[in-house]
C-alpha cells in the first residue's frame, strides 16, 4: 500500500515517524536497517512516498503500518523542492553503472573459520579463491582457481575444512598467499577490472589479507561491486540474500546441495550479474 504524507515527529527510539497523511496522522515503523538508511532525513521533516504493508499493528503503544520500502523523500523549499531519495533515480544509475562496465572480474573467496573451542583471537585468512573475467562482450578471458595456504597452520581447523569439504592433505599442494597475491595483482594491472562479488565479506577478507601477509595494499573500493547491494537496491530488498538462493529464484532451477567452491561460486555470480542485467535492460525497454 503506497502512503504519502509529511514527517511530523521522529521517534527514534521505536524507530517510528508520524507523518500527517492528507490531515490523518500515522505512524510508520521501520526496520534497523531502513532507519539507519534514511533517519538522516527525517529531521528535516520531509514528504515522503512510501509503500507500507496493507494491515497495521501494536508496536508498544504505537498502532503503525511497517514500511516495506521508500519511493521517494523530499524537501519542499522556498527555492523549489529538494530530492533527498528517489527509487527511480536508483535504479537509472544501477542501469547507468552495468551499461558502462568493461573488464570484470567475479571473484569469490573461501576463507577460514574460527575453530569449534576458540581459545585465540581468531584471524580470516584466504583458503580458496575463483577468478573468472570477462570483456566488455560478455566473453570470458581468464578463468584460475586454487587451494591457498594460510600463513598460519592453525587456520585450518576442522571447522574450516568441513565447512570446504576438503582433507588437510589437499593443502600441501596449495599455492602460498605470495602467489596469490601476485597473480591477483597482475590481473588487476593487465585487465583493469571492475571486481563483482557476491556481498562485503570478499572485499574486507581481501584488504585484512594485505595486513595479515605484510604486503603493499591494493586499492580496491573504487572497482568492487557489491551485485547482491545493487539487486537489493533495485527491487527494494530489505533481508540478506543468498547467493544460490537467488539464482534459484532467478531461474527457476532446483539447486543440489552444493559444496563450497570458489570457482563454482564465482560462475553462479556471473551467472546472477547477466540475468539481473537482462532482466533491467528488458524493464527499461518497456
Known amino acids: ?89 536508483v535504479r537509472v544509475d544501477t542501469l547507468k553503472l552495468l551499461d558502462n562496465l568493461e573488464n570484470k572480474m567475479f571473484l569469490d573467496l573461501e576463507f577460514s573459520l574460527p575453530a569449534y573451542y576458540q581459545s585465540i583471537p581468531h584471524v580470516a585468512e584466504i583458503v580458496q579463491y575463483g577468478i573468472v573475467i570477462e570483456d566488455a562482450n560478455g566473453e570470458i578471458i581468464h578463468k584460475e582457481s586454487s587451494l591457498v595456504k594460510p600463513k598460519r597452520r592453525i587456520t585450518l581447523n576442522n571447522r574450516t575444512l568441513k565447512f570446504l569439504s576438503r582433507e588437510r592433505e589437499e593443502f600441501d599442494s596449495a599455492i602460498n598467499y605470495m602467489d596469490f597475491y601476485n597473480s591477483f595483482k597482475e590481473l588487476i594491472n593487465k585487465y583493469n577490472p571492475k571486481i563483482i562479488a557476491w556481498g562485503r565479506s570478499d572485499l574486507a577478507t581481501l584488504e585484512a589479507s594485505f595486513k595479515v601477509n605484510n604486503v603493499k595494499n591494493i586499492p580496491l573500493k573504487k572497482r568492487y561491486i557489491n551485485i547482491m547491494q545493487l539487486i537489493k537496491n533495485y527491487y527494494n530488498y530489505k533481508d540478506e540474500m543468498g547467493l544460490f538462493q537467488t539464482y534459484e529464484e532467478m531461474t527457476g532451477k532446483v539447486l543440489e546441495p552444493q559444496a563450497h567452491d570458489a570457482l563454482e561460486d564465482a560462475m553462479v555470480t556471473r551467472e546472477i550479474y547477466h540475468l539481473f542485467k537482462e532482466k533491467t535492460d528488458h524493464n527499461n525497454e518497456k
Not at 503506497?2 to 515527529?9: A, D, Q, T
Not at 492528507?22 to 539507519?36: A, D, E, F, I, T
Not at 503500518?65 to 527555492?79: H, L, M, P, Q, R
Request: a neutral charge; glycine letters at 4%.
Open 1 to 89: 500500500m503506497r502512503l504519502y504524507g509529511k514527517v511530523i515527529e521522529t521517534i527514534s527510539d521505536e524507530r517510528i515517524i508520524r507523518i500527517d497523511c492528507s490531515g490523518s496522522l500515522v505512524y510508520l515503523y521501520m526496520s534497523r536497517k531502513v532507519y539507519k538508511d534514511f533517519s538522516i532525513y527525517f529531521k528535516k521533516h520531509p514528504y515522503i512516498f512510501v509503500d507500507v504493508k496493507e494491515d497495521r499493528r501494536m508496536n508498544g503503544e504505537y498502532c503503525v503500518y511497517d514500511v516495506n520500502y521508500f519511493e521517494k523523500i523530499f524537501e519542499a523549499t522556498s527555492k523549489g523542492k529538494v530530492m533527498y531519495y528517489d527509487i527511480d533515480e
